[in-house]
């Protein structure tokens, strides 16, 4: 672990990343990791974060390739990434207990890491995570990434983002997706090489197979308009149920919020004044840890 200032560290994994992060210090000898979704900036998690250190140490993580943080964007090297953070992290503070919030993206891997030999984690908490990247990338989209040259990809990304946004009304921010001549910017997401990137997608691990190997604490919250994880209005889809029931864990709870959407925030959503990510479910994950952290 090393510290970057202005209470920043960074983790350097056994696969050659360098994972980036923000500390919220606290007395606690008990800690919170948090990882965020695809192509989500850690910063999205600040005001949840700031509330978690009232009581635990936090660190708030960019995945591999996003943000600060170095490394390939594949969803397995993510995982081998974050089992080496959450192992450096327990190690280093001499935590008596470690949970983990990780959102989209960063559920599934800390779904997968809770299911593993090699976990650490003590309780997690996942929201808005699909079972799988697959479904969410869907694949005959991926079949024409593949096909297609990558210059074409990567000006094709940055036209369609301009073109939604101005068919939904949305403000275009220049940074949000960015041709360059190395990489595709999408988010805090860098995507050196597109087309091994899908085909990482379509090989990913899926979180349901991992499932009846979680035996810790674990809390899952979606909204009920949660289409990026298949929901259906405001009903789950069996997948997700399945994948609930195979758990083994005695204390897991499942909680779907009426109205919201994969962001967790409200459908329609409005464009203005938007509550702090995660303002509408910080009660539930802030009162999970607090229950099995102790």
């Not at 980036?20 to 606690?28: A, I, K, L, M, T």
């Not at 989209?141 to 040259?149: A, G, I, M, S, V």
């Not at 004044?273 to 009660?283: A, F």
């Amino acid at each position: 672990m090393k510290s970057l200032g202005d209470n920043k560290v960074s983790v350097l994994t056994s696969n050659g990343a360098n994972i980036v992060g923000d500390y919220y210090p606290n007395d606690s000898n008990k800690g919170i990791i948090m990882l965020p979704g695809f192509s989500e900036p850690r910063d999205l998690s600040k005001t949840l974060a700031e509330e978690l250190s009232k009581h635990y140490k936090v660190w708030s993580f960019d995945l591999n390739s996003q943000g600060e943080s170095t490394g390939r964007w594949n969803l397995e090297d993510m995982i081998s990434s974050l089992k080496d953070v959450q192992k450096e992290v327990k190690k280093h503070y001499n935590l008596k207990k470690l949970g983990a919030h990780g959102n989209s993206t960063g559920g599934i891997i800390t779904g997968i890491i809770a299911s593993s030999k090699e976990n650490c984690l003590d309780a997690i908490c996942l929201t808005s995570t699909p079972l799988d990247l697959q479904g969410a990338f869907d694949e005959k989209y991926r079949k024409w990434l593949k096909r297609l040259p990558q210059a074409l990809v990567k000006w094709g990304a940055v036209k369609a983002y301009k073109w939604l946004m101005q068919k939904s009304g949305g403000e275009q921010k220049e940074d949000r997706v960015v041709s360059t001549r190395d990489h595709l910017k999408l988010g805090s997401a860098r995507i050196y090489d597109i087309k091994e990137a899908v085909k990482s997608i379509d090989a990913a691990p899926k979180l349901d197979d991992y499932a009846e190997n979680i035996t810790i604490p674990v809390l899952f919250i979606y909204g009920g308009e949660d289409s990026t994880s298949g929901f259906v209005k405001g009903k789950p889809p069996e997948r997700i149920t399945e994948m609930y029931n195979k758990i083994k864990s005695k204390e897991k709870k499942l909680i779907i919020n009426q109205g919201l959407n994969h962001r967790l925030y409200p459908v329609p959503q409005v464009k203005e004044n938007l509550p702090p990510k995660y303002y509408l479910v910080q009660k539930d994950v802030v009162e999970f840890f607090k229950k099995y952290l102790e």
